[in-house]
């Protein structure tokens, strides 16, 4: 009985890319040469493959090569050395017959449609002896792809995918399979001409220095179990690689803080603002009442904070991939002025003469001044009592009415979320109808605000920036404006003037108000006393 031995050698024409087979981005891939009966896997670029049979006679056989890429019922390639005319392959087959016992069959420049069985059989063998193997051809590399950029920057929380693609055809498909930092989801998705997986990641911090790796390979050897008689079982031996980027992750400012927290803060104390950011911040400081900028992380409370609380504002600022992010936080210094030593003067006596029946006589008596304010005493002996000032603070609410004397103007504000800050009213400047205005204020402490309105008698949009303040129970809500208009202009490029207008001096006259009971303001109210220290 004769017997068949096949094997498939993978031999690189002269003409072949060598150099391509080692990408030139670092990632390696390799395909040995076999020997004994073997499954190929190969890429479309253009090279050769050997597939050789061997008879164990030197005579009285009759080798014949048969495929089943093209034609799923098989086509006849050669019979002995002679490849067939009629197949559409014929002028890339050659039979090579280096001995009386070896029937090689080279394809040359090897092509996507070449993936298949090939069978070598002896048809004068009884029975008819015959073995196979599969060419899997892969159509190019992987075609890998990522949303990381090449420098690997990404940010915290950020959605990214890195995937890979690839068409061949045979009857054993590839595999791929993805390792890298947790946590990530794969996705795979294989057909009989392709396959494609993916990785989904949401960025984590302990992913910071690592990469994502898929390799493309074969992990079966035979397209069915059990494998057909002389099917060649072992595994085809393509090796791919691709890693994407290594990851360096970054996030903006976030859960900014400030040390030490204190009730009240004294001329000298340094305080440190915090930020929790990658690549590390820079830090400004902001005094919310002059507008003075601090550089810096830290700033140093002095002379000028004395008596009155300030609001300072901290903004954390880094770049990402070439945008800016940042966040702030606001906080409150509160320095209490010097002590007002108390210095009381005694008041003349007064001398009261009472009638009596035993004869007049005379009694003293000294009333001293209320000690709980500061006194002082005028040339005519009088006590003149001054309330202690309190510091300044921001307003306690918003929501009421204001009115402006000069310039004159009316507002009424509402506040709609404490939370937000959010706020809606209305206004009106001069003699001017009102007009809507929304905007919104520093959340609970209400000491900074903004709105804008839209003023059609002069088709103006108009906003303001204001501070609110109490100081000795008096509020006062300070607006500095800015207009702009478009008016119909011969020119695309010319735009309406802007007007910066003079500052709002508004006080609060009145309670929570609504559009239709807007009417025109009280008088300011300016608080007065009495020399006994009592609010007139």
Request: proline residues 7%; charged residues 15%; glycine residues 8%.
């Given at each position: ?12 024409a002269?003409?072949?890319?060598c ?13 040995g ?63 090579v ?22 069978r070598c059989?002896?048809?004068?063998a009884?029975?008819?002896d ?17 949303t ?11 959605l ?18 993805w ?45 069915s ?5 002389g ?20 996030w ?18 340094t ?18 009442l ?42 409150n ?21 009472t ?29 003149s009592?001054?309330p ?27 506040v709609?979320?404490?939370n ?19 905007g ?8 900074l605000?903004?709105w ?7 088709a ?25 208009s ?12 802007v ?36 609010r007139l």
């Open positions: 009985m004769k017997s068949l031995t096949a094997v498939l050698n993978l031999y690189f002269l003409h072949c890319l150099g391509e087979i080692a990408p030139t981005d670092g990632k390696v891939q390799t395909f040469t076999a020997s004994g009966p073997r499954n190929v896997g190969w890429y479309a670029a253009g090279g050769s493959v050997t597939l050789t049979c061997s008879s164990d006679t030197t005579s009285g056989h009759r080798i014949v090569w048969t495929e089943y890429a093209t034609n799923p019922n098989g086509a006849q390639i050669s019979d002995n050395t002679n490849v067939l005319p009629g197949h559409p392959n014929a002028a890339r087959y050659q039979i017959h280096d001995t009386a016992t070896q029937y090689d069959l080279v394809i040359q420049e090897v092509a996507l449609l070449d993936g298949g069985t090939y059989e002896d048809l004068n009884a029975p008819t015959s073995v196979q193997a599969e060419l899997i051809v892969l159509e190019s590399f992987p075609n890998c792809s990522t990381i950029g090449s420098n690997g920057i990404v940010m915290e929380d950020q990214h995918f890195v995937e890979c693609s690839v068409n061949f055809q045979g009857n054993i498909p590839p595999d791929m399979t390792t890298g930092p947790p946590p990530f989801s794969v996705a795979k998705s294989v057909s009989k001409t392709s396959i494609w997986s993916g990785v989904e990641l949401f960025v984590v911090r302990n992913q910071n220095g690592s990469f994502f790796q898929c390799v493309t390979n074969f992990t079966q050897g035979t397209p179990e059990p494998p057909p008689p099917a060649a079982i072992n595994v085809p031996t393509l090796f791919y690689v691709y890693a994407s980027p290594s990851l360096l992750v970054s903006a400012p976030k859960n900014l803080y400030y040390d030490p927290v204190k009730t009240y803060y004294d001329v000298g104390d305080i440190t603002c915090h930020a929790d950011a990658y690549p590390l911040p820079s830090y400004r400081w902001q005094n919310m002059t507008l003075e900028v601090i550089n810096g992380q830290s700033f140093s409370v002095d002379e000028d904070y004395v008596g009155m609380t300030t609001t300072m504002r901290c903004l954390a600022t880094n770049e990402i991939n070439g945008f800016d992010f940042a966040d702030d936080i606001f906080m210094v509160t320095v209490l002025g010097p002590t007002t030593e108390m210095e009381t003067t005694t008041s003349p006596t007064t001398t009261t003469t009638t009596a029946t035993g004869g007049p006589s005379t009694f003293s008596t000294a009333t001293p001044p209320d000690s709980s304010f500061p006194s002082t005493t005028t040339d005519s002996g009088d006590v009592i001054e202690t000032r309190q510091p300044m603070v921001p307003c306690g609410e918003l929501t009421g009415r204001w009115q402006s004397d000069d310039p004159s103007a009316t507002l009424c504000l509402e709609v979320d404490q937000s800050g959010e706020i809606r009213g209305q206004m009106r400047v001069g003699s001017q109808t009102f007009v809507d205005i929304v919104r204020a520093t959340p609970v402490t209400f000491d605000v903004g804008s309105g839209l003023w059609p008698d002069d103006f949009v108009s906003s303001y920036a204001g501070e609110c303040h109490s100081c000795d129970d008096v509020e006062e809500l300070v607006a500095n404006p800015i207009s702009r478009i008016r119909i202009s011969t020119g695309c490029a010319e735009s309406g003037p007007r910066n207008g003079s500052a709002f001096h508004f006080h609060r006259t009145g309670g929570s108000c609504n559009a239709e009971k807007l009417v025109a303001s009280k008088p300011r109210h300016v608080s007065h006393y009495n020399k006994f220290g009592i």
